[in-house]
Nanobody, 124 residues
Framework: QVQLVESGGGLVQAGGSLKLSCAASGRSFSTYAMGWFRQAPGREREFVAR????????YYADSVKGRLTISRDNAKNTVYLQMNSLKPEDTAVYYCAADRSLTPSFSPQSYDYWGQGTQVTVSS
């Protein structure tokens, strides 16, 4: 069992930066791939980024490449999402999620555990 708690969301102007954190409980954090997803009002939850259990493989949605960076610190049981050059269309609730599978997946249905989400609002 893994419990996830996101933090770091907030209100920022377009072009600004935020860093999200996701703290995990449980000793098995280092065996899970971790992902970030986001969900805007009236829209489906969408994939943002994924990092392999050992940080060896990273994937991004095309819409965030070059602006958002996922990383993890297994010693601290934490995964991060550094968000730069933010745009109003990045406004959403951001969720972290844990996936036991070694097969990369960008579908929310593939992930086993979820955090409660943190709101990111980018003003124009």
């Amino acid at each position: 069992q893994v419990q996830l708690v996101e933090s770091g969301g907030g209100l920022v102007q377009a072009g600004g930066s935020l860093k999200l954190s996701c703290a995990a409980s449980g000793r098995s954090f280092s065996t899970y791939a971790m992902g970030w997803f986001r969900q805007a009002p009236g829209r489906e939850r969408e994939f943002v980024a994924r990092i392999r259990y050992n940080g060896g493989r990273i994937y991004y949605a095309d819409s965030v490449k070059g602006r958002l960076t996922i990383s993890r610190d297994n010693a601290k049981n934490t995964v991060y999402l550094q968000m730069n050059s933010l745009k109003p269309e990045d406004t959403a609730v951001y969720y972290c999620a844990a996936d036991r599978s070694l097969t990369p997946s960008f579908s929310p249905q593939s992930y086993d555990y979820w955090g409660q989400g943190t709101q990111v609002t980018v003003s124009s």
